[in-house]
């Protein structure tokens, strides 16, 4: 199945910068998700967005719907220690509602106290 | 407390063993998913299950299978003719119309 293109691949940043990745798909989606995964662990749902232009706010984190439905993009403010892992988006769309879930790679952010 | 719950953690199997990876819910999701992980890549999808005793292949099912007897639970066996079995294996559960999926903590599967 065809998986989204996700950027960077990974980013090294300083404490405090602002940091933005995106998700792009040569397909409509309906919805997109952002998840946060630390080592070892399960993916943590942090933002969803449900309709084409939706701007969505988590605390620090701003996730953003694109008009095209082909992308998404999530932003995160004045970064800290602990926001390093790996920000994994996530499409759904198409007919087959239940399995039709689609991933990016993921974006690893290492953040320099 | 709700959630999803994978045991164990870490599992180590030789080759050709067949081995079960169980994965739990209390949030009375009826949808319940199975996911591979592997290293720069995202998340590909092995089995999925809509309702009780019914379940659908994924994009790599080959090499694994499923069983969806309670609402709660759905367990995942990797099987000898999987051929490269080690990776992270994910559980997550979706409930109602909701598209947003939760997951397990993951269970490391290391196949020598």
């Known amino acids: 199945g065809q998986q989204l293109n996700q950027s960077p691949q990974s980013m090294f940043i300083q404490e405090g910068e602002d940091v933005s990745m995106n998700c792009t798909s040569s397909?409509?989606?309906?919805?997109w998700l952002w998840y946060k995964q630390e080592p070892g662990e399960g993916p943590v749902l942090l933002i969803a967005?449900?309709?084409?232009?939706e701007l969505t706010s988590n605390g620090r984190l701003t996730a953003q719907f694109g008009i095209t439905r082909k992308d998404s993009f999530l932003n995160i403010s004045a970064s800290i220690p602990s926001d390093v892992g790996i920000y994994f988006c996530?499409?759904?769309?198409?007919?087959?509602?239940?399995?039709?879930?689609?991933f990016g790679a993921g974006t690893r952010l290492t953040v320099k106290p | 407390d709700g959630g999803i719950t994978q045991s164990p953690k870490y599992l180590f199997r030789k080759e050709g063993q067949n081995v079960t990876l169980s994965c739990e819910q209390n949030?009375?999701?009826?949808?319940m998913y199975w996911y591979r992980q592997d290293p720069g890549q995202g998340l590909r999808l092995i089995y999925y299950?809509?309702?009780?005793?019914?379940?659908q292949k994924g994009d790599i099912a080959e090499g694994y299978s499923v069983s969806r007897e309670k609402k709660e639970s759905f367990p995942l066996t990797v099987t000898s003719a999987q051929k490269n079995p080690t990776a992270f294996y994910l559980c997550?559960?979706?409930?109602?119309?909701?598209?947003?999926?939760?997951f397990g903590p993951g269970t490391r599967l290391t196949v020598t």
């Open positions: 997550a559960s979706k409930g109602g119309t909701s598209y947003e999926q939760y």
């Open positions: 397909s409509i989606f309906n919805t």
């Open positions: 967005l449900y309709k084409a232009g």
């Open positions: 996530a499409g759904q769309g198409g007919v087959r509602v239940n399995n039709d879930m689609r």
């Open positions: 949030l009375n999701h009826d949808a």
């Open positions: 299950s809509q309702i009780v005793n019914d379940f």
